[in-house]
């Protein structure tokens, strides 16, 4: 088919060995690609109860039909595996500028199983794939790997690796590309630890064809009309995600202390305003996109006065900040380095040092740490990563960690992942997405707070909610099977991907059709939670959200949450 190679990659690290088989035109006309195509692998050859970290464990690795070409947005891959932190369906997206190298490779996805009998990476090039060892870069940080393999790959070539974190199995480990960028979330990089995978390189030569190029010159200078027009996308270009820290403190969502509170009182130390007035901030952006929402930083005073870094993005300003309640934009950024070097996601690494606090002050932990002590949180993951004292247990993630200490009334998180940036307390609709999302509290899979703070339906409103919230959820999936950068999603609605699917794939969809299989894969996201024991009684928020109110008095019932997931399950199971 048409933007496709229909082609995919089989690697067994256990035996050393590849192989290529054909991926047929139904798969795609059912799967449209992407997420999916990883989706369906996922459901089907992952075996029922796999430990995450296992050798029996699949990963899949997925590019989307978008990806490659020049369309403005495109520049993303994805990670399929059962999630090492919630233990059900587990998905990561990355951009930057390894997805058209993984493209040009000729794979529309690869799945990896076994496990390497010494730690070991690999280069995948056009038709083969190539076994080397990696012991020397056992325990080195994520930076220092990427370096080695990519100065022992081919000229031009790119690649994805692991940290020390990863290699230790920390259930929030990440995997890491472009020095900064990060396949985030779920704990994607203890899977390639499981499997003694420190790394991949990719070069590759080999491109796709599209069914109506004229269509897609079209599609493509109407996403640039749109941007031209969008003021959203003259603020990510100017100010990046840093924005939206001040948008979520106006609005009392910006979680801090610990989800006790709505709003940070020194949050404007920590927002895009201060950072582009005491930084050196200079704008970048992925191949093919005009956006230019990266934010390269340089620290240009105190006792980090030189380091330069990518970011930190509002989600780290939130986690490693707000719940930590650091007032220092400069200390955020230290720390989103040391977690990037040692390859953990800055959401979870927030949400967890926080939880720390909380432990050590209820006398659960005898670790000494309290609020706004950055050092400590240094501390504290370097104890996570070696699996030692209170870090053992926090390397198990939230869920069982908080199981383990006798916390789990205060712990916060849905199926074992934690939630970004946006209070459900206050946010009704995020209530809805951190439940409903088959990778746990997650706020990409409909980006449903873009909706309730541009005004689009009130935050407070519950009837209704689940209707909108889908629309989102299903559009989103789509840019998920294309692959594309969801802050495009004002500039890319139903019409443009109807279009793009069109123009690369040559299949002409009405919005009903395209409904219908976006619904079938999120519906076959929460089947294979369903598999491993995650069902309907997960798809809700921790007891202490429907209990505690935030300091500023808002607040969520349990029966409006109830009320929203049903209308949810009713819409979901009518499109069946």
Not at 364 to 370: G, N, Q, R
Not at 492 to 506: F, R, S, T, V
Request: with cysteine.
């Amino acid at each position: 088919m048409k933007g496709f190679f229909n082609r995919l990659l089989r690697i067994d690290l256990t035996n050393q060995s590849f192989e290529y088989e054909e991926i047929p035109d139904e798969v795609f006309k059912k799967t449209l690609g992407g997420k999916g195509l990883g989706v369906h692998y996922l459901l089907n050859e992952n075996p029922v109860g796999v430990d995450p970290c296992g050798p029996e464990s699949r990963v899949i690795i997925a590019i989307g039909p978008a990806t490659g070409t020049k369309l403005w947005g495109q520049s993303r891959f994805a990670v399929f595996a059962k999630s090492p932190a919630t233990g059900g369906y587990g998905e990561s997206y990355c951009g930057g500028s390894l997805a058209p190298k993984i493209n040009a490779c000729g794979s529309d996805a690869i799945i990896l199983t076994g496990k390497s009998p010494e730690l070991t990476y690999l280069k995948i090039e056009d038709n083969r794939v190539i076994f080397e060892s990696a012991e020397m870069l056992g325990g080195k940080n994520s930076d220092e790997s990427e370096k080695y393999i990519l100065d022992h790959s081919e000229d031009g070539a790119g690649a994805m690796v692991i940290g020390p974190a990863g290699e230790s199995q920390v259930r929030f480990a990440c995997i890491k590309s472009d020095i900064w960028r990060s396949v985030g979330r779920g704990g994607m990089g203890a899977v390639f630890g499981g499997k003694n995978l420190k790394g991949i390189s990719f070069f590759g030569t080999q491109k796709t064809e599209i069914a109506n190029p004229d269509l897609f010159k079209k599609v493509n200078k109407l996403i640039a009309k749109n941007g031209k027009e969008s003021p959203g996308s003259a603020l990510y270009r100017q100010l990046g995600t840093p924005m939206m820290v001040n948008l979520l403190n106006k609005n009392k969502a910006f979680p801090t202390e610990y989800w006790k509170s709505g709003l940070f009182e020194e949050h404007e130390s920590i927002n895009a305003d201060y950072m582009q007035e005491n930084c050196e901030v200079k704008a970048d952006n992925c191949p093919n996109c005009f956006l230019r929402c990266t934010k390269k930083t340089r620290i240009l005073k105190g006792r980090h006065k030189g380091l330069f870094l990518e970011g930190p993005e509002y989600e780290t300003f939130y986690a490693i900040g707000g719940l930590n309640r650091i007032d220092s934009m400069e200390e955020i950024a230290y720390l989103n380095d040391v977690c990037d070097k040692i390859g953990v996601d800055t959401m979870s690494a927030g949400n967890m040092a926080a939880f720390a606090i909380e432990a050590f002050k209820l006398g659960k932990s005898d670790f000494e740490i309290d609020y706004n002590q950055p050092d400590k949180i240094v501390e504290l993951l370097a104890l996570i990563v070696k699996r030692e004292g209170i870090g053992a247990v926090l390397a198990k993630g939230i869920k069982e960690a908080s199981h383990e200490l006798g916390l789990e009334d205060i712990a916060v998180h849905v199926k074992g992942l934690e939630p970004s940036g946006y209070d459900p307390r206050t946010l009704k609709g995020m209530a809805l997405s951190y439940a409903t999302s088959a990778r746990g509290a997650c706020h990409l899979r409909g980006t449903f707070y873009k909706a309730e703070l541009a005004g689009l339906i009130d935050k407070d409103q519950i009837e209704g909610k689940a209707e909108m919230h889908i629309d989102f959820e299903d559009r989103s999936a789509l840019f998920d099977c294309m692959i594309l950068c969801r802050f495009f999603r004002d500039l890319i609605q139903w019409d443009e991907l109807g279009m793009i699917i069109e123009a690369i794939m040559g299949l002409k969809m009405t919005k009903g059709e395209l409904q219908i299989i976006a619904n079938r894969i999120t519906q076959n996201t929460r089947k294979y939670n369903q598999q491993e024991g995650l069902d309907s009684t997960t798809d809700t928020l921790p007891k202490r959200m429907f209990n505690e109110a935030t300091k500023e008095g808002e607040s969520i019932s349990e029966a409006d949450l109830i009320s929203m997931v049903n209308d949810y399950n009713q819409i979901r199971e009518s499109r069946v």
